[in-house]
Nanobody
């Protein structure tokens, strides 16, 4: 089992910055990919950024060049640095981890943290 706890959300003005953290616990050695998605009402869950053990990163098109994901394998924590925030970045940001056991992939999700960007 893996548990994910997000922190760092809040209210920020357009153009500002926020840093989100996601602390993983449990059998963290089985996590191969960890990162962030976001969700707004009435929309599909959207990729923000993910990172593997390489580390190789993948970003959603909407955030490329503005957001940076990083991973601290000692602390089992992933960070999302969000710069040049826009009102359309307003969403619940969910931490995601992909666990691999015996060749089977299993997704885990955190509870989410609200990010609100005012214009």
């Amino acid at each position: 089992q893996v548990q994910l706890v997000e922190s760092g959300g809040g209210l920020v003005q357009a153009g500002g910055s926020l840093r989100l953290s996601c602390a993983a616990s449990g059998t963290t050695s089985s996590i191969d990919i960890i990162g962030w998605y976001r969700q707004t009402p009435g929309k599909q869950r959207e990729l923000v950024g993910i990172i593997n053990r390489g580390p190789t990163t993948t970003y959603g098109n909407a955030v490329k060049g503005r957001f940076t994901i990083s991973r601290d394998n000692i602390k089992d924590t992933v960070y999302l640095q969000m710069n040049s925030l826009k009102p359309e970045d307003t969403a619940v940001y969910l931490c995601y981890a992909r666990v691999v056991r015996a060749g089977i992939f299993e997704p885990y999700w955190g509870q989410g943290t609200q990010v609100t960007v005012s214009s």
